[in-house]
C-alpha cells in the first residue's frame, strides 16, 4: 500500500519511557486488590456478572464491593491513557489506514446474502421432508396399531370359538362314571387336540375331561387377558353373552368334575380341576365346593353328636376338636398333600382357612355359641386353648413359614380369634381374683389359722388367713386354668397389684393405730384391736411371702413366659422382685408398732415414779436402802412378749434382739426424761424452801447458819432414783442389753449418782 502521508508531517516523537512501577518505596503495590478481588476473572469467556457479585455479596458488603470495583475501573482507565501516551504515534496512524472501508464492505456483503438465501432454500426443503416423514411415520404407527387391535379381536374371536367348541365336547363324555373308562364308542368325540392314548392305556374318564377342563381353563385365561386389552369395543360387547355363557358352562363342568373326583379321590383329577381353577383365578370356588362337599358333612355330624349330650358340657370343643383332627386326617389330607405339593403352582389355594376353619366357625356360631362366652371363665379358657391347640394343628399342614404366615393373614382366622374376648375374660378373672383378696381384707380384726399347740413350732406355713390369701391370689394369676399367655402383662400387672394392695392394708392399719383412729379408711379396724402378740403373726408371714415371691413363685412366673426375650424376662424378675421388697420393707413399721405397744405399757409403771416425791418430800424418813418396787414392772411387758410361746414359735433371733433393743432404748428415754424432770422439780423446790427458812431465821435473830449435817430431801429423792436405776440396769442384763451403751442410761446416771460414782456405772 503507497504511503499516504504528507510529506510536511511533522516527525514522530520519539518513544515515551516505560511507565513507571506501581509500587511504592517499600515494593509494594500502589493499587493492590483485596484477596477476594481478583481482576483476571474479569477476562474469562465464561464470566458471569451476576453469579459472581452474588458469590462475593454472601461475605463482603455491597459499599465495599461497589468502591473496590469503581478503584478497579479507574485503574484500568488509567492504565489506558498509560498505553494511548505510550503507542501515541500507531493510535494518530490508525485513522489514515482505513481507506475505502466502505466499499470493502460492500464488495464482501453480496457473497453473504448469496449464501444466506441458499442457505434458506435448504432449510425450507429440509423441513418439508421433515414433515412428511413425521406423516407417514404416524400413518404407519396407527395402521400398526388398528393391526394388532385387528389381531386381538381375530384372536378373541377364535379363543372364544374353541372355548365353546371344546365345551360341546364336555357332555359326549359319558356322565356315569361307574365304569372309570372311555369306551370306543367315545373315541370319535375327541378330536380337538385330546389325545386318545390316554383312554387306551386305562386313563380314567374322569382324568380326561379333568385334563379337558384345564386346557378349556387356559384358554379362558387368554380370553381373559384378551378381553382386558379390549375393552369398550363394540366387538366385544357384542361377544359379551357368548363369552358369559361360556364362563357359566365351564364353571358349571368344573364344578361337577372336581365333585366328582373329589368323591372317587381320585388324584390326577383333582390335580388337573385344581391347576384349571387356578388358571381361571376361581379358587374362591374350588374352596367352597370342598367345604360344602367334604367338610360339611362331618363336621355337621359331629356337633348334632355333641350337642345331643346336653349338661353343662354341651359347650365344651376339646372332645369335637380331638375328633375333627380325626377326620381331617383321614378326609382332608389327600387334597391338602396335593394342593401343597411342591412347584405345582397350587399355592393360591387355602383350603385348611377357607374350607377347613369357615366350617367349624359356622358350625360353632350355630351349634356352640356359648362356648365364645367368657361369662364361665373356665370352660371359655378351656375352650380357648383347645382352640389354640386346633389352629396350631391345622398349622401344621403347611410347609413353609410364609405359608403359616398367609394363613394367619386370612380373613377367616382373623374373624375365628375375634370370637375369643379375652379382654372380658380378664375382667372378669380380675374381679374374682381381686375381689378375693378384698374380701379379706375388709374384715375387723386379724383371722389366725386354726392350729393346734403342737402346730406352733411349724414356721414353714402361713398363719393368717389374710396373708393365705393372698398367697392364693397370686398363685392363681399364674395357674393353667387361668392363665392365658397373650394377657401375660396384665396377669403380671394384676399380680403387682395385688402386693401392693396387702401393703396398702397394712399401713393403713399401722397408721390408725399410731394415731388411735380408724377415720375414713376401710378396713383398717383390725389394728386397733391387735395386740402385740397378734403382729408376731404378721412378722412370720411376711418372712414367708418375701421368700416366697422371691423364689419359687418367681421361678415358676419364669417357667412360663420362658418363650419371651431376655430384655422381658429380666423387666419381669425386677417387678416381682420390686414387689416382694415392698413387703419386707413393710417390717421395719411392724416392729415399730409392736415396740410402741410394749413401751405404752411400761411408761405406765414408770410413771409410779412420780411417788417418790411425796415419800421424802417434808418427811423424816431414812435415806433409802433399796429400790422401789415399780422397777420390777418396768421391763416385764417385754420380757413377757419375748418369751411368750408365740414370740419363740415364730420370732427369730434376730428380730427378738432388735425388738429387745429398740424397746428398750425407748423405755429408757423415757425413762430419763421422767427422772430427770422429777430431780429438777424436787431441786426447784428444795431451793425456794431454803430461802424461805433463811428468811425466817434472820426475821427471828437467829444464826444464819443452817448446816445441820442432815440429808436433803432432794438428797433421798435422787439416792431412791440411783437405787432405781441400779435394779433397772440389772433388770435390763438378764434380759441380754448393755445399759451402759444406752445414751439415756448414761445420762440418767450422770443425773442421780452420787459424786463420787459419776464416772462409773455399776450395779
Known sequence: MPDLRSPQAPPAPPPLPPPRSAADLFGDPVDSYPPWLNPTAFVDQEFDPESYISDLRTFVPFETLRSELQSHLSSLQRELVDLINRDYSDFVSLSTKLIDIDASVVRMRAPLLDIKEKILAFRGAVDASLSALKSRLKQRADANQTREVL??????????????????????????????????????????????????????????????????????????????????????????????????????????????????????????????????????????????????????????????????????????????????????????????????GLHVFSFVANSILKEVLSAIQKRKPGAFSPGRPKEFLKNYKSSLDFLAHLEGYYRTRSSVAKFRAEAVYIEFMKQWNIGVYFTLRFQEIAGTLDSSLVVASLLPVESSSSDLKNSQALLLKQSITLLECLSSCWQDDVLVISCADKFLRLTLQLLSRYSNWLLTGLAARKSKSTGSSAGSEWAISAAADDFIYIIHDLHYLVNEVSGNYLGHVLGLLKSCSSEVLDLVKQSILQGGNSLKDLLPHIMSSISDTLVEKSVEDLRQLKGITATYRMTNKPLPTRHSPYVSGVLRPIKTFLEGERATAYLTEHIKNDLLQRTAFEITGHYNELATDLVTVARKTESSLQKIRLGAQRRAGASSDVSDHNVSDTDKICMQLFLDIQEYGRNLASLGVEAANIPAYRSLWQCVAPPDRQNSISF
Open 151 to 344: 389381531e386381538l379381536l381375530l384372536d378373541t374371536f377364535h379363543v372364544v370359538s374353541k372355548v365353546e367348541k371344546l365345551i360341546k365336547e364336555l357332555p359326549s363324555i359319558p356322565v356315569d362314571w361307574s365304569n372309570g373308562y372311555v369306551n370306543s364308542a367315545s373315541k370319535d368325540h375327541l378330536s380337538n387336540g385330546i389325545s386318545l392314548q390316554h383312554i387306551e392305556n386305562s386313563t380314567s374318564l374322569r382324568e380326561t375331561q379333568s385334563m379337558l377342563l384345564e386346557r378349556i381353563a387356559s384358554e379362558m385365561n387368554r380370553l381373559k387377558f384378551y378381553i382386558t386389552h379390549a375393552q369398550n369395543m363394540p366387538f366385544i360387547e357384542n361377544m359379551e353373552k357368548r363369552i358369559q355363557s361360556a364362563s357359566l358352562l365351564v364353571d358349571t363342568s368344573l364344578g361337577h368334575c372336581f365333585v366328582d373326583a373329589l368323591e372317587h379321590r381320585d388324584a390326577n383329577a383333582i390335580y388337573n380341576c385344581l391347576r384349571a381353577y387356578a388358571a381361571i383365578d376361581n379358587t374362591r370356588n374350588a374352596e367352597e365346593i370342598f367345604r360344602s362337599t367334604v367338610v360339611a358333612p362331618f363336621v355337621e355330624k359331629i356337633f348334632d353328636d355333641s350337642s345331643g349330650t346336653g349338661g353343662e358340657s354341651a359347650d365344651e370343643l376339646v372332645q369335637d376338636y380331638k375328633i375333627i383332627k380325626q377326620y381331617i386326617e383321614d378326609d382332608c389330607k389327600f387334597l391338602l398333600d396335593i394342593s401343597t405339593r411342591e412347584n405345582s
